[in-house]
């Protein structure tokens, strides 16, 4: 919100060149806010896609957390006014390739019971095919969002 004060002081003191500084650092701060979103998101996505991977079953309640992390990165990543996204695929796939390590050793805490560290669990699961599916799991859910703005 102080940016907001010192962005109306520079236009009404009509340093233009500030102001302008000053939108990007804005937009920077905008980004970063929700490249950190969607990580917390894909985090939760692939501890799921782990522990079901690593049990060989499913819950609902995974199901359905799966369901709300993929649709939280969509909400957070799409541009409503001007349409796309915030970051492309290629983005997308850093973020969930920096995610899978804590979502691994969250879920060796949560799958079988606790019995199994990261590294352990992280031999029963297939870390390329789990983030390659949540990438799909994502864009999958972008073309069915913008069909549904149409």
Do not use: C
Request: net charge negative.
């Amino acid at each position: 919100m102080e940016e907001l004060f010192e962005l109306r002081r520079y236009i009404e003191q009509q340093r233009y060149q500030d102001a302008l500084t000053l939108i990007t650092e804005m937009e920077e701060m905008s980004r970063e806010d929700k490249i950190n979103k969607i990580y917390n998101f894909a985090e939760v996505l692939l501890l799921h896609l782990i522990k079901q991977a690593a049990e060989n079953r499913t819950t609902r309640s995974w199901e359905l957390s799966i369901k709300n992390a993929v649709r939280q990165i969509v909400r957070i990543n799409s541009r409503r006014k001007s349409g796309g996204t915030y970051l492309d695929a290629k983005e997308l796939q850093e973020i969930i390739t920096d995610a899978y390590q804590p979502a691994l050793e969250r879920a060796a805490l949560e799958a079988f019971e606790g019995r199994y560290d990261d590294h352990e669990l992280g031999t029963m699961v297939d870390r390329a095919a789990l983030e390659q599916k949540a990438l799909l799991l994502i864009e999958a859910s972008q073309v069915e969002d913008v069909k549904r703005e149409e």
